[in-house]
């Protein structure tokens, strides 16, 4: 028993005498120029990466500089690279002609991972509503599995406290983070509405309480009309979808309504 009692001394006085250096050298063993070829996407990655007048200036400062802070990968089992910060750096060297990616390779599981993804990329100065919104519910989700597992954390994160936490975190009020969160059930349409800003965010959220076939017909009336929905009316017709009489000719009769202070042409 004394045995393991001093085994256990040395190697906590190891870690404590462990110089910044050698912590550094460690730390720069994990940053490599990986082939981008071997470089994935992360799945479902919510965050779209543009070929804009910013991707042009990155691209450019890749070409003087180079890549100056690592992109962050996770080495798959297939021995392949999973992309967890870094995906407008990985374009960036594609369009430059670069061959190869600087990246920091670190050991994450498959929730840790989502969970860095969208911290890093909540640092973007734009972020569009869809984005906001497969973001929140990747991290939550991922978050609630974590909870699940006490091998992960030291006690369980329910749902509620799991919204709290990211909600301190990135500025949201947990309403809103909710109401981002209902966009992901938005047929795809209707949420390019929503970034395009022709739909605000609460008829938004009343829309996407409607299934799928109802949705389809709102984006039917929009082109019809030429204009979306007022946040009056997305409420009558969440009210006749849960009576069961959201039909297609009640959704033309609400649609056709004027609205001259709330129309929005195209």
């Known amino acids: 028993m004394a045995g393991r009692k001093s085994d256990f001394t040395l190697t906590k006085l190891d870690d404590l005498f462990t110089t910044q250096a050698q912590r550094d050298e460690e730390q720069l063993s994990k940053i490599r120029d990986i082939p981008l070829e071997l470089i994935d996407d992360f799945p479902d990655h919510p965050f779209k990466v543009r070929d804009d007048e910013d991707m042009m200036q990155l691209v450019e400062s890749v070409k003087e500089r180079g890549v100056i802070t690592p992109a962050t990968v996770r080495q798959k089992e297939d021995g392949r690279y999973e992309l967890v910060s870094g995906h407008r750096r990985k374009r960036a060297c594609e369009l430059a002609g670069f061959e190869t990616l600087r990246s920091e390779i670190v050991d994450l599981n498959r929730d840790e991972a989502t969970i860095l993804m969208v911290e890093s990329n909540f640092q973007r100065s734009e972020i ?51 109401r981002y969160v209902r966009l992901t059930n938005l047929v795809p349409e209707l949420l390019e509405f929503v970034d395009e800003g022709r739909i605000k965010m609460r008829p938004a959220v009343e829309l996407s309480y409607l299934d799928e076939d109802c949705q389809r017909d709102v984006v039917d009336e929009i082109d019809l009309n030429d204009a979306t929905p007022s946040h009056d009316q997305t409420i009558r ?25 709330q129309k929005e042409k195209i």
């Open 128 to 178: 569009l509503p869809s984005e906001k919104a497969f973001a929140y519910k990747m991290r939550l989700e991922a978050m609630k599995r974590q909870g699940e597992r006490t091998d992960l954390t030291s006690r369980p994160v329910g749902n509620k406290l799991s919204v709290t936490q990211v909600a301190d975190e990135v500025g949201d009020s947990e309403r809103q983070i909710h």
């Open 237 to 261: 017709m969440r009210k006749l979808f849960n009576e069961g009489n959201l039909t297609t000719e009640a959704i033309h009769a609400v649609m056709s309504e004027e609205k001259p202070n």
